[in-house]
């Protein structure tokens, strides 16, 4: 099983605008096989010390992935390829971290 932590950073001002177009893909993700789990979340302000700082135009994406060759399917699926066009210019950057369950 892997989890991946996809950090999307977001234009000042436009998260809710990614997210609206975000939860459009969302049910032909979880559609796909070998997804699991796939779902927007972003930082809450707490008290807890060890929280880092908030980030208001970070939307932090929770995957889960049955295989490799599941994700490596979702990454060029239709879908994807579409969603992509579509939040170009909401989207100032990103990066993901693929872990393994131990």
């Known amino acids: ?3 991946v932590i ?4 977001v234009a000042e001002g436009r998260r809710d605008d990614f997210l609206a177009e975000f939860h459009k ?8 096989a ?5 779902g ?3 930082d809450v302000v707490t008290d807890i010390p060890a929280q880092i700082p908030l980030r208001r135009n970070v939307v932090t994406i929770i ?3 049955e295989s490799l060759a599941a994700l490596k399917a979702h990454l ?3 879908h994807m390829t579409d969603y992509r066009v579509t939040v170009k210019d909401l989207v100032v950057g990103s ?3 693929i872990l393994e369950s131990a």
């Open 1 to 3: 099983m892997l989890s």
């Open 63 to 65: 995957e889960k992935w």
């Open 40 to 42: 927007p979340t972003f």
């Open 25 to 32: 893909v969302v049910p032909h993700v979880l559609a796909e």
């Open 95 to 97: 990066q993901l971290r």
């Open 76 to 78: 060029v699926a239709p």
């Open 34 to 38: 070998g997804c699991v789990e796939y």
């Open 6 to 9: 996809a950090e999307i950073e």
